[in-house]
């Protein structure tokens, strides 16, 4: 368990300038609200990847407060558990990659490729941080880096449907390549019919933190990135999920046991109600001026 200090500050990874990367893995289990023995076992593994969904946001807020993301670990730690912010892929998994490291998991960094939903098309390489959690020879997907994915880690050894408590998700191999899918309810000449929606594809080739540098800079800048384009802030809630875009506050509510049915409302905010709202829904308090944005993105120019 992770009550033994030495452990909890073991070194993992390569050296930071400032000396030995380390992590108080107690501090950051009680940013997410879990207590009590952590075990490296797959009851811990499934606890603390939905308690981060729903205390962590999802969020990139530092974009639109004229500042950028940095992905050093130290900075991570020190802007989602000490700061109590949230982040996007790069810093969510980025930082909760290194506490399962922390905690003995057999971490695996992996590269996805997110599928734009209005185009069709996929993303560069790198363009989405995931990771590969092997237990007693067992794979899991882990990724509370997504915004509205999966709510505990998807098994790797099936590609049947995983039912969760938002949603039905599988994991589709097509050779080297993983889609990683969400059924959805459409209607189809007026009848409802069920179909899987792909989110993203990848593979299992070992990646490494600094690849994804250049994407993440890309998502701070490219006016073809939703993160440029649209000020974010999103948390799972136990029966939906609660938004910020832009200046409007997108609250969804489930209504079935599956999570496939599900009712949105959608109310526009001042800058004022955006700053209380943050405080007394995300727990976030900015320290400077936030400019909210939601504007059309422009498609990429090359297809993936």
């Known amino acids: 368990m992770c009550t ?109 490729q997110v599928r734009n939903r209005f185009t069709g098309a996929y993303g560069p390489p790198f363009d989405h941080f995931i990771m590969m959690v092997k237990l007693d020879e067992h794979r899991w997907l882990c990724d509370i880096g997504f915004g509205s994915g999966f709510q505990l880690p998807l098994s790797l050894e099936t590609d049947g449907p995983q039912v969760q408590s938002h949603g039905a998700y599988r994991l589709r191999s097509q050779g080297d390549l993983i889609f990683m899918e969400m059924k959805f309810e459409a209607e189809v000449s007026g009848i409802g019919e069920e179909t899987w929606t792909e989110l993203y594809k990848f593979t299992l080739e070992p990646r490494k933190r600094d690849d994804f540098r250049t994407m993440c800079d890309y998502h701070q800048s490219s006016a073809s990135s939703i993160f440029f384009c649209k000020s974010l802030c999103s948390l799972l809630l136990p029966t939906g999920r609660i938004t910020i875009m832009g200046r409007r506050l997108i609250i969804t509510s489930l209504s079935s046991v599956d999570g496939q049915q599900a009712t949105k409302t959608t109310t526009d905010l001042s800058d004022e109600e955006i700053t209380e709202i943050l405080k007394e829904k995300f727990g976030i308090v900015l320290y400077s001026p936030l400019t909210p944005k939601d504007v059309e993105i422009v498609p990429p120019p090359v297809t993936y």
């Open 4 to 112: 033994d200090s030495e452990m909890c500050r073991k070194e993992s990874g390569p050296h930071h300038p400032q000396g030995p990367l380390t992590m108080d893995v107690q501090k950051y289990l009680a940013r997410i609200g879990c207590s009590g023995p952590c075990p490296p076992t797959l009851e811990t593994l499934r606890y603390i990847h939905l308690n981060h969904l729903m205390t962590v946001p999802f969020e990139n807020l530092t974009i639109h407060t004229g500042e950028r993301v940095k992905l050093e670990l130290p900075l991570l730690y020190e802007k989602i558990v000490v700061k109590r912010r949230g982040g996007f892929c790069y810093e969510n998994n980025g930082l909760f990659s290194w506490l399962l490291s922390q905690m003995g998991f057999d971490v695996t960094i992996l590269s996805a």
